[in-house]
C-alpha cells in the first residue's frame, strides 16, 4: 500500500499506539518520509519532533520519520519561541483550558449530550458521564491523560519534555496543569514565562507580533483578548492579556488560545509535508 507514496501521514490513537508503531518502518522502507501526527515516537531522540515555524532546521533530507507535537504544546511554543530568542527564557508555568475534540468526537457528542442533562441536574437530576470519568457540561477536571506516580499526568509531562525538545533547550524547567473544560474547539493556555533578561510587555507583543503563526489579540480596554470561538477554525495562535508579573523581577504573563484540531494537529502536519 505504500509503494509509490512520496509521504505518509500516521494519526494517534487515544488510550493505545498509533499505527505508525505497525507501519511507519514499512513505509520509509518502501521510500516514502513519514509524518507522525501520534504520540509514540515525539520524544525518540532519533526523530525530529517539528513545529515549522520554530525549529524548521530540524529537518534534514536524511530524516525519514518526522514527529508532530501533542496540540497543547504547539500553541505554546509558538508564543514562547520569539520570547526565548529576544530574553532566553528559565523557567515557565503554564495552565491549560484544554476543549473536549482533543479527546476525539465521542467526547464532543458527549459534552452536546450532557447539556440539556446538566440543566435538569441543577434541580438535583443525576447524570451518569460515559466517556470522562466525570460529568463534563457546566464542569471542568484537573485530569488530561492517566496520572504518574508523581502525581503529573502523562499530558502535563508532555508539555515538559516536547517544550524541552523543540526549543532545544533542556535547562528551560517547566510545570503544567491540563484541565478539561467544556469547550467543543480550541485550548486556552495561561502561560507564566521566567526570562534571564528583563523584557518588557512592549518589546514582547512587538515581538510576537512579528511571529509566524501567531496573532497577537490584546486590547483589554475593548474587552479583546484571545478566547477559543475565536481561535477556533483558523490556523494562528492568539496572543493577549500580555503583562508583567508583578511578583519577579523577570516575569511576563500570557494567555493565549488556539484550535486544537487545526493548527494543534493537521495543519502542522501538513504543513511539515509542504516544507518536505
Known amino acids: 500500500a505504500f509503494e509509490g507514496a512520496d509521504v505518509v501521514f500516521f494519526a494517534g490513537k487515544e488510550g493505545g499506539k498509533g499505527a505508525s508503531v505497525q507501519w511507519g518502518k514499512k513505509a520509509v522502507d518502501q521510500g516514502a518520509v ?33 514527529a508532530s507535537h501533542n496540540c497543547s504544546t504547539i500553541q505554546m511554543v509558538l508564543a514562547l519561541h520569539p520570547i526565548h530568542q529576544a530574553a532566553r527564557i528559565r523557567r515557565v508555568v503554564v495552565s491549560t483550558y484544554q476543549s473536549v475534540s482533543g479527546w476525539g468526537v465521542q467526547a464532543q457528542q458527549e459534552l452536546l449530550d450532557q447539556i440539556p442533562h446538566a440543566v435538569k441536574s441543577l ?29 503529573y499526568t502523562k499530558e502535563e509531562m508532555k508539555m515538559v519534555l516536547e517544550t524541552q525538545k523543540i526549543m532545544g533547550d533542556s535547562s528551560i524547567k517547566v510545570t503544567a496543569t491540563c484541565v478539561r473544560v467544556p469547550v467543543v474547539y480550541g485550548h486556552s493556555e495561561s502561560v507564566n514565562i521566567t526570562t ?48 508583567e508579573d508583578i511578583s519577579q523581577e523577570r516575569g511576563i504573563d500570557l494567555w493565549l488560545a488556539a484550535d486544537n484540531i487545526r493548527k494543534g494537529a493537521a495543519t502542522n502536519a501538513v504543513q511539515i509535508a509542504e516544507i518536505l
Open 196 to 243: 534571564a533578561k528583563k523584557i518588557g510587555p512592549e518589546q514582547v507583543r512587538q515581538a510576537l507580533s512579528q511571529a509566524p503563526g501567531v496573532k497577537v489579540v490584546d486590547d483589554p480596554a475593548a474587552k479583546r483578548y484571545p478566547m477559543p470561538l475565536e481561535a477556533a477554525h483558523q490556523d494562528l495562535t492568539l496572543v493577549g492579556r500580555i503583562r
Open 34 to 66: 513519514c509524518v507522525d501526527n501520534g504520540g509514540d515516537f515525539r520524544l525518540d531522540p532519533a526523530v525530529p519532533l517539528v513545529v515549522p515555524e520554530v525549529n524548521l532546521d530540524a529537518v534534514t533530507p536524511d530524516k525519514r520519520f518526522i
Open 123 to 151: 434541580d438535583g437530576i443525576p447524570f451518569e458521564p460515559t466517556v470522562f470519568a466525570h460529568p463534563i457540561a457546566f464542569n471542568l477536571f484537573p485530569h488530561i491523560d492517566k496520572f504518574l506516580e508523581d502525581g
